[in-house]
């Protein structure tokens, strides 16, 4: 398990690493679907629903609320 953690770990690291050059339309998007997914997920799996479905749903609506976001 603590090699998976590293793992995970690492390629958060590298992630947030990459947003740096990014604009705040872009950042916003990714920021949304992150949020909405997480948010979806977690809705979902509350109501009795499938959880990759509410994430999927939820991706779709918070990225594009974080694309009208951060282009404000």
Known sequence: ???FRSFVIGI??????GCTNMSSKQQGTLSGAAIGAAAG???A???GGSGWTG???GAAAGGIAGHIYGGQ
């Open 45 to 47: 799996a509350i109501a």
């Open 55 to 57: 994430a999927a749903i």
């Open 41 to 43: 997920a977690g809705i």
């Open 12 to 17: 958060a690291m590298v992630s947030f690493a």
């Open 1 to 3: 398990m603590n090699i």
